[in-house]
């Protein structure tokens, strides 16, 4: 049995260089830092943020009846079927048999009833003996994307103790300062690679950088204008799509004509090229839409060029120019920068904007996560966080889309500037990183190259 | 009610060909020409299901009726998304002639009543073909329709000393465990899933769906769930196949119609195949063997946890490689337990008889530099202590989750995560001897 000399040429010139790909590996501490502090972990609580790290924490411990997959197409979740009676406006959810709360409590339509209405009171939601029936006020045929929101988490709230069915039970929880999570291995869904996940709350990007290189983290947040820094240093960098989005809103309508006329010289004064090239060293896209091009197709065709001649024309075509206050959020460094710049650039056009921290202002810089990966969905969510009409979605998906969307800008309220990646750092032995293309991690499925089996 | 369509097996009305499969030895020319020349060209004209006439009337419709007769109109086409030039070129050309079918006559931009720019773009599901519309002093107006993205192709390899064939067997959205195709006529093909056992048989050039056996089980399946199917021996009627997943053995049976009985059971798997039997310890609630071995490698009862095992046949004995689980390659001779070093190869490894060179190859999947998360699969030969590389690997677009020796050990099944389609597939790895 002697290899050929044929097979011994083939031996040299084609064996396989890189590192062998492997089945995951059990076992294992994953440790986490992040800039977020939150002081509740309730899916529910309105006054948390609508960031990143808390919608990763959230899927970690709450199931949604829904979810979405990377195509932002709905799948089972603790639901396993659903149907909805002609109208779009009622729906019924059939529950996953078998399914047990952390306290291993089953979870029970009754107890998935009592918690979507904690999470929407205008919802009627009824327990039936196997599933909950959902009525809305108005036809929602994109119910099912909707329940795949963070906020919609099943939860069980009893003597102020909150309990998931996630993959990952909380094991201690000192508010906005440390979460341990600890893998269950009866999960419906299959036991986490990980043993268990440390997440160090409120850590500044800086802090954080520095406890990946000295070895005490595992898994990093990286500010989109750190990370092409953070890669050229040699770290590994994972960025997601285009997934958060930046924006000057406006605190009111417009008021008339000439205020118009202004707020569009305002869009066409700004840089947005050079934000992202300079400021943010490439970690974004100009923007000059709410959802990103990746999400809809159709973005390209919203202009994000600087056109200074334009924006003086539409300037000097008014005789009374206002001083509009620009708020931003203090604590964010690159909300500050970016802030400024768009101050300067308003300055070319003659338009004086006097940046503030306060809330109360003329117009504010918004950071704003990706709601859902469902673009409809996502659209909705925006506006209502913004205070802006719901859009009305009729007809095929992609011109509806379009319409929507066109007609929310057409408002005036709102100025796109920038969509951000988000950027992790993570040490080697990190495996099986998955992120969707709005920034979510999949922690459930990363596995450590020195866990034990 | 009507229900809410998700998350849907393939249609089997949208199959494609390739879901063809080597059905014996005896076919084995034929069908793998068929496949070669169905997989390896590039795609013929792609059926957008009418999205070009779709396009072209919303187009007509939005201009309104014109003072001119016919309507002259220039058309810019630009490509936004991935689509190939020649798919570019084909979408203009058939953009064209249904404009044409409706009355535009097409003219130099300059001398046009209408200019169109049709921008061919995507988004997370579909492509989006979006037509900005100008008109004379006329503000620009834009219309658009999308259109599913189809799923990739896949190519045969180059050829090398020894040439890795893979024939495409049964893809679908689910995580596939393992798949098995028996002679007879018609052929069948068992897919094994997570939800149960589904029966194919071979009829008029595709497979058509025959059974779905269910497997019924209290506890969750593990995260990177793995499967195996075992057809009886002989053809054996009475005892078709056998199931074996993680806590659960089913038994496939004839009767009418034919049944499967499943139960927990911690039985052991069998790991090899005729005529070299192996089983081991499967650790139900993970996604290994836990390493105890029965019958005994020799003198060996036990070895390092592993992920897969592959034959080595000799001529005085059997020895074993081992994937094991801390990422090495273990060859056990009966007597000792040895570490092969600096292989590079992945979790799963096979074992293939090719009749060429020693007879028998082992396959392995591997990572090639800068190939991102897809695997290639390689085959070696094993004389001595060192596998020596005996074919090219072959670029499989995703990650490999399962490779099993087939029944009669003759090809082994992969399944692949395709990292772009988000399917997984099923194929079969064959080996061809080189020139």
Redesign the interface.
């Known amino acids: 049995m002697r290899p050929s000399g044929l097979l011994l040429l083939v031996a040299i010139s084609m064996s396989m260089a890189a590192p062998a790909s492997t089945r995951p590996h059990y076992g294992g501490t994953l440790r986490l830092a992040m800039r977020e502090a939150p002081a509740s972990l309730d899916p529910a609580d309105s006054s948390q943020p609508g960031n990143f790290a808390f919608r990763n924490l959230s899927r970690l411990i709450f199931d949604t009846l829904v979810t979405l997959d990377a195509r932002g197409q709905a799948q089972p979740g603790l639901s396993s079927a659903w149907q909805v009676d002609p109208g779009n406006q009622r729906w019924q959810f059939t529950i996953r048999r078998g399914v047990t709360f952390h306290d291993g409590m089953a979870v029970s339509s009754d107890a998935v009833a009592a918690s979507l209405r904690t999470a929407n009171p205008n919802w009627k939601v009824f327990a039936t003996g196997e599933g909950v029936i959902v009525e809305c006020d108005a036809p929602t045929p994109n119910l099912p994307a909707v329940l795949a929101l963070p906020r919609y988490g099943i939860a069980k709230r009893s003597g102020g103790k909150l309990t998931g069915s996630g993959p990952f039970a909380i094991n201690r929880w000192d508010p906005g300062k440390k979460l341990t999570l600890t893998a269950r291995d009866d999960y419906w869904g299959g036991r986490a690679y990980v043993d268990s996940i440390e997440i160090d709350m409120g850590k500044s990007f800086r802090e954080q950088i520095i406890a990946l290189d000295l070895g005490k983290a595992d898994l990093v947040e990286v500010a989109p204008d750190q990370a092409r820094h953070a890669a050229l240093e040699g770290r590994r960098i994972e960025g997601s799509a285009p997934a958060e989005w930046m924006a000057l809103v406006f605190s009111r309508d417009s008021q008339s004509a000439d205020e118009g006329k202004l707020r569009e010289a305002l869009a066409l004064s700004l840089d947005r090229e050079s934000m992202n090239n300079v400021l943010l060293q490439g970690g974004g896209e100009p923007a000059g839409t709410l959802l990103p091009n990746w999400m809809t197709g159709y973005a390209f065709l919203f202009p994000t060029m600087v056109d200074l001649q334009r924006a003086r024309q539409a300037r000097e075509a008014i005789r009374q120019v206002p001083v509009w206050s620009l708020g931003y959020d203090a604590s964010d460094p690159l909300a500050r920068v970016i802030a400024e710049r768009v101050a300067l650039n308003a300055r070319d056009t003659g338009l004086t904007l006097q940046t503030t921290n306060s809330t109360l202002a003329d117009l504010r810089l918004v950071r704003m996560p990706l709601p859902s990966l469902d673009a409809r969905v996502a659209l909705s969510q925006l506006a209502a966080s913004l205070g802006l009409p719901q859009p009305k979605f009729d007809g095929d998906p992609a011109s509806s889309l379009f319409a929507a969307e066109s007609s929310l800008l057409q408002s005036q309220r709102v100025i796109p500037l920038l969509h951000l990646r988000t950027a992790a750092a993570l040490s080697g032995n990190v495996k099986g990183w998955q992120e969707d293309p709005d920034g979510s991690w999949r922690l459930q499925n990363v596995w450590l190259e020195t866990g034990k089996p | ?4 369509a ?2 849907s097996r393939i249609s089997l009305a949208t199959a494609t060909p390739g879901m063809l499969t080597l059905l014996s030895s005896r076919f084995v020319s034929s069908v793998v020409l068929v496949l070669v020349s169905l997989f390896a060209v590039p795609a013929s004209p792609q059926n957008w299901a009418g999205a070009e006439e779709q396009l072209a009337g919303k187009i007509v419709s939005a201009i309104g009726p014109t003072t001119t007769a016919p309507t002259t109109m220039a058309v810019v086409v630009l490509n ?1 998304s991935p689509l190939s030039t020649a798919m570019t070129d084909d979408i203009r050309r058939n953009l064209l002639t249904q404009l044409a079918v409706l009355g535009i006559h097409f003219v130099p931009v300059e001398q046009a009543a209408v200019t169109v720019q049709v ?1 061919l ?8 073909w ?1 037509a ?1 519309i100008h008109q004379g002093a006329n503000a620009s107006s ?5 259109v599913p993205r189809p799923a990739a192709l896949s190519v045969e390899p180059e050829a ?3 040439v890795l064939r893979k024939i495409p067997l049964w893809s679908q959205p689910e995580r596939i465990l393992d798949v098995a195709v028996s002679d007879g006529n018609p052929a069948r093909m068992l897919v094994l899933d997570a939800s149960g056992v589904a029966s194919y048989r071979f009829q008029e050039g595709r497979w058509q769906p025959e059974q779905s056996l269910a497997i019924v089980h ?8 793995r499967g195996r199917l075992v057809l009886g021996k002989d053809n054996n009627k009475d005892h078709p196949f056998d199931a074996y997943l993680p806590g659960v053995y089913c038994r496939g049976s004839a009767g009418a119609p034919p049944a499967m009985t499943c139960s927990y059971s911690d039985d052991p798997w069998p790991v090899g195949t005729d005529p070299f039997s192996l089983n081991a310890s499967f ?1 139900s ?4 063997f836990s390493g105890v071995l029965s019958p005994a490698v020799g003198q060996l009862t036990t070895a390092p ?1 592993f ?1 897969s095992a592959a034959a080595v046949p ?2 005085k004995a059997t020895r074993w490689l081992l994937a094991t ?1 801390d ?1 090495q390659v273990h060859l056990l001779d009966g007597i000792t337990d040895q570490v092969v070093e600096k ?6 490894i096979a074992t293939v008889h090719s009749g060429c ?2 007879g028998w190859q082992v396959l392995a ?7 991102g998360d897809s ?2 699969v ?1 085959a070696f ?1 094993v ?1 001595g202590r060192e596998p ?6 072959l670029d499989v677009n995703g ?2 989750t399962a490779l099993w020796t087939e029944s009669g050990g003759t090809g082994a099944v992969a399944v692949l995560h395709n990292s772009e389609t ?1 399917r997984y597939e099923a194929f079969r790895l064959t080996l061809a001897c ?1 020139h």
Do not use: H, K
Request: proline content about 4%; some cysteine; overall charge negative.
């Open positions: 009610m009507r229900c809410a998700y998350n936004r921008s773009s995507e988004d997370l599901r579909s492509y989006v979006v900005e834009v219309v658009m329709v999308s090398a000393a020894m209290s506890r969750p399946w593990p995260r990177d769930l650790t609630s993970r996604n290994f946890a992920y000799g001529e689980v990422g292989l590079g190869w992945g979790s799963d060179g020693s999947s591997g990572s090639r530099e800068g190939r695997d290639v390689q030969e004389a020596i590389a005996a074919s090219a690997p990650a490999i988000g080189g």
